[in-house]
Structure formats: structure tokens, C-alpha cells
């Protein structure tokens, strides 16, 4: 019985912290987009050094601006 409550324990908290890395990840992203578009421009990636410098191969669309899907995946490196 306790290894049961141990490991429900365990998932609550994982799960938890997904949450909470998504919601880090959104907010990052509506902190960069200054002009509120919805998208990351090169120059408003300059805010963040490492973003700004790998910002093409982040860019898989190549429309010169990040989406959150594609912003995500920089975040998660």
C-alpha cells in the first residue's frame, strides 16, 4: 500500500512540474514578443543571447519569427 501512495505521490508531482515548465515556457514567450503579434521576430530574439544566435535553425518554417510550438522547442533544450 505504500509503494502505491508513494509512486501516486511521485506522478502528482511530475505532473506538476510539467505544468509548470509549460506555463514558464508561455510566459518567456509573451515576455520576448514585445508587439504582441504572436510571434517572435529576430530582433525581439535578441533579448535572449542563445535564442537570438541559433534563431534560424529554431525557425522551422522559416517565416522570420518564432511561434510558441517553435519557441518551445528552443526552450526545452
Do not use: C
Not at 512540474?17 to 518567456?28: D, F, N, P
Amino acid at each position: 500500500m505504500k509503494v502505491i501512495v508513494t509512486v501516486f505521490i511521485s506522478l502528482i508531482a511530475l505532473s506538476s512540474l510539467s505544468t509548470a515548465h509549460a506555463g514558464s515556457v508561455e510566459s518567456r514567450f509573451k515576455e520576448l514578443d514585445r508587439n504582441r503579434d504572436g510571434a517572435i521576430s529576430k530582433s525581439e530574439a535578441a533579448q535572449e543571447p542563445a535564442l537570438w544566435s541559433r534563431f534560424s535553425s529554431y525557425d522551422q518554417d522559416k517565416d522570420g519569427k518564432l511561434s510558441l510550438r517553435e519557441f518551445s522547442n528552443y526552450a526545452r533544450q
